[in-house]
């Protein structure tokens, strides 16, 4: 398999831009997570899927982030419009219910920088 | 409430050991732990539920406390390889939701 595919690896954009960020899940994995890492906060959980229905997306900051999950293959993580604090590595990843929790395998992540 | 690991950062010699903490303010349902090298993705090292339970990976393995709400991260005879960050994750036993902890730099050197 694959792994967890995101695109773009990079993204330069300009304040106020509209950012699509987008992931590929391992095939048969029926959750998916995104979160963003910066210096400052870490690694944080921003929303998660499980069987293409958000579960829990308390950790999305504002209304001006959104994400998407329309089938099991594909999800997207909108940002509009953009800011310079926004700029954070974003992982998406996967995973199958095992043995009652969750072994989770992130992709390689899009780097974001707003200007 | 982000779980709170302990060293925050870490220096060792190839073939010693070293120990890293994770607690959090919450009942847990299981931790996970990952190792996430610079520039990289984060990698899962294993899952422990509640219930106690130790496992071991080659030469790393873990401990959880379910009554003090606390998991260790033990690493043996560490190698040049094992230079990262780790992190633990945790998942709240009430609601199930999913934070990763505060992170833990561990360098080894030659």
């Known amino acids: 398999d694959a792994g967890v595919i995101q695109s773009p690896r990079h993204e330069v954009t300009e304040m106020g831009q509209e950012v699509t960020l987008r992931c590929k899940p391992i095939?048969?994995?029926?959750?998916l997570f995104w979160y963003r890492q910066t210096m400052m906060r870490g690694l944080e959980l921003l929303i998660y899927f499980n069987n293409n229905v958000p579960i829990d997306d308390s950790g999305m900051p504002e209304d001006r982030f959104s994400a998407k999950m329309p089938n099991a293959s594909f999800s997207t993580l909108k940002i509009q419009p953009s800011e310079p604090r926004d700029s954070a590595v974003y992982f998406c990843a996967s995973s199958s219910l095992a043995g009652g929790s969750y072994e989770q395998y992130f992709g390689p992540g899009t780097r974001l920088t707003v200007t | 409430q982000q779980p709170v690991q302990s060293p925050q950062a870490v220096i060792l010699r190839e073939g010693e050991d070293a120990v890293i903490n994770c607690s959090s303010s919450k009942a847990l349902y299981s931790v996970h732990w990952y190792r996430q090298k610079h520039g990289e993705a984060p990698v899962f090292l294993m899952i422990?539920?509640?219930?106690?339970e130790q496992k071991g990976h080659d030469k790393i393995s873990a401990s959880f406390n379910e009554k003090k709400q606390q998991s260790s991260l033990y690493l043996t005879a560490s190698q040049l390889s094992y230079s990262g960050t780790y992190f633990c994750g945790t998942e709240d036993s009430g609601t199930y939701k999913y934070i990763f902890g505060t992170g833990t730099r561990l360098k080894v050197l030659a």
């Open positions: 422990l539920l509640k219930g106690g």
């Open positions: 095939s048969g994995h029926n959750s």
